[in-house]
C-alpha cells in the first residue's frame, strides 16, 4: 500500500514533472495479482471520484 513515504519518494524523483499535480493515496492493500478482477472494481470504485 502506498504510504506517506512512498508518496514523498515519489516527488522527490519527478518533482520537475509533477508540478501542481495531486497524487493520491488510494489505500489499497498489496495484495492482488495481475489484472485481479477484484482489484479492478476496486480500483474503478475508489477513482470514480478522481475521475468523475
Given at each position: 500500500m502506498?504510504?506517506?513515504?512512498?508518496?514523498?519518494?515519489v516527488r522527490r524523483q519527478f518533482r520537475s514533472s509533477l508540478g501542481s499535480t495531486l497524487i493520491v493515496c488510494l489505500g489499497i492493500p498489496d495484495r492482488y495479482r495481475y489484472m485481479d478482477p477484484h482489484l479492478i472494481d476496486?480500483?474503478?470504485?475508489?477513482?470514480?471520484?478522481?475521475t468523475g
Open positions: 502506498m504510504e506517506q513515504r512512498h508518496r514523498t519518494a476496486l480500483l474503478e470504485r475508489k477513482m470514480t471520484r478522481f
